[in-house]
């Protein structure tokens, strides 16, 4: 069981280019998320998906776009990023809402 | 923000002393949960409380929970080097059933 994992761990991005950050899980979780962590500000939500082909807006989705086409596997994607999405980004999936399960973190800087 | 506070924001302590963390919140909730992060690493679930409890244990963790305070703590007793690391506490959102973290504390167990 490889649990959650991320892929890539680590990406250097210049202002206005495109990326996609892969989120998968072998635990048949129903419920994926994605979240960004910051100094100081603890995690904040960015997408979340409740099923596959679902997905909803988190607390700061501005820039971001997700899709969630097989169960197992949740992408979040950066269009154009921009310096303020430097952040490390966690993927997470949980079985009917309760506690979650983080893969290893993504750390992104975008100069 | 929707965020939650917790406090100390940093402690240090030695090996074999208890460690108490305080967490706050906003809004009604379903459950309370408390996460560890290692340095670079992921979240890890350590423990969930529900609404309509008042104490939990798990190990040589404790977890209390007054809801018409809006708040929480994380006891660790008998602490050991290996407890060095960041504590988050979660708050499940009642109305839209997303986590809700708060800032962290940060502890160092010396040897």
């Known amino acids: 069981n490889a649990g959650v994992t991320q892929t890539p761990k680590f990406r250097v991005l210049k202002t206005g280019q495109s990326m996609t950050l892969l989120c998968a899980q072998d635990?048949?979780?129903?419920?994926m998320y994605w979240y960004r962590q910051d100094p100081g500000m603890g995690l904040r939500l960015i997408h979340y998906?409740?099923?596959?082909?679902?997905?909803a807006k988190g607390e700061v989705p501005d820039g971001y776009n997700v899709s969630r086409l097989k169960k197992q596997n949740f992408l979040l994607g950066l269009e154009s990023a921009a310096p303020s999405q430097t952040s490390v980004y966690f993927c997470?999936?949980?079985?009917?809402?309760?506690?979650?399960?983080f893969g290893p973190g993504t750390r992104l800087t975008v100069t | 923000s929707q965020q939650g506070e917790e406090d100390p924001q940093a402690l240090s302590i030695q090996e074999g002393e208890n460690a108490t963390m305080n967490c706050s919140y906003k809004t009604s909730i379903n459950n309370l949960q408390w996460y560890r992060q290692n340095s670079g690493r992921g979240l890890v679930h350590l423990i969930l409380?529900?609404?309509?409890?008042r104490e939990k244990h798990s190990g040589r963790l404790r977890v209390t929970l007054d809801t018409s305070k809006k708040s929480s703590s994380l006891l660790i007793t008998a602490s050991r080097a290996a407890d060095t690391a960041s504590y988050f506490c979660?708050?499940?959102?009642?109305?839209?059933?997303?986590?809700?973290f708060g800032q962290g504390t940060t502890l160092q167990v010396k040897p």
């Open positions: 635990m048949n979780h129903e419920y």
């Open positions: 409380i529900r609404s309509n409890e």
């Open positions: 997470a999936s949980s079985l009917a809402g309760y506690e979650q399960y």
């Open positions: 979660a708050a499940k959102h009642s109305n839209t059933g997303k986590l809700i």
């Open positions: 998906s409740v099923g596959e082909g679902t997905t």
